[in-house]
């Protein structure tokens, strides 16, 4: 998150980028992501990043976890007859 901050032209150096681990949920660590720019460019930096951050993760092989549920059917459970 870092890196793609420190390489967007339009993310201000000062004050620095930060990252920070907020949450260790049961399938995720949820970090908040924050950088400073100038006003009009708020919207190019976020969807910018955004995408970048994404891109950088999955060429790092890192996966986003989703919800999973796992249904097992029994088919010799008389009370589905």
Known sequence: MLSEADKHILVLKD???E???ILQGQSSLDFTF????E???FWTVKFD????TKNALDKAGISIPYPQVDVHMDSKND???
């Open 39 to 41: 006003s009009k460019d």
């Open 19 to 21: 990252a920070r681990l």
């Open 49 to 52: 990043l955004i995408e970048s």
């Open 34 to 37: 924050r950088c400073w720019c």
């Open 15 to 17: 004050p620095p980028p």
């Open 79 to 81: 009370s589905m007859k």
